[in-house]
Nanobody, 128 residues
């Protein structure tokens, strides 16, 4: 059974960087798009960024452009979310998710409904 396991979260100060990882366990192929989402207390889940099967198919939320980079290793079935210049408003539970259908394009990659598999989430706290 496929599982997504996030790691790398924690408590950092404003301006710091953090690197989250997502390991896809129990699935041999890398035939999916990977998205990153976050949900702060009392707020709705929101898109952070996503990457299709090819590294060239990436898309980021407007407030994350220039501050984060998503990459993936198709050989090892892992993905990463590198976040820089973190702000207190970035504090949230972060989730990786997989879309096994729309993997060849970044068009619509921000749509949470496309994602079938979700990780358990990992907390990121940014202090001011």
């Amino acid at each position: 059974q496929m599982q997504l396991v996030e790691s790398g979260g924690g408590l950092v100060q404003a301006g710091d960087s953090l690197r989250l990882s997502c390991a896809v366990v129990g699935h041999r192929n890398s035939d999916y798009a990977m998205g990153w989402f976050r949900q702060a207390p009392g707020k709705e889940r929101e898109f952070v960024g996503g990457i299709g099967w090819s590294a060239g198919t990436q898309k980021y939320a407007d407030d994350m452009k220039g501050r984060c980079t998503i990459s993936r290793d198709n050989t090892n079935n892992t993905g990463t979310l590198q976040m820089n210049s973190l702000k207190p408003e970035d504090t949230a539970d972060h989730y990786c998710a997989l879309d096994p259908i729309h993997r060849l394009t970044a068009v619509g990659i921000e749509a949470a409904w496309r994602y079938v598999h979700w990780g358990q989430g990992i907390q990121v706290t940014v202090s001011s």
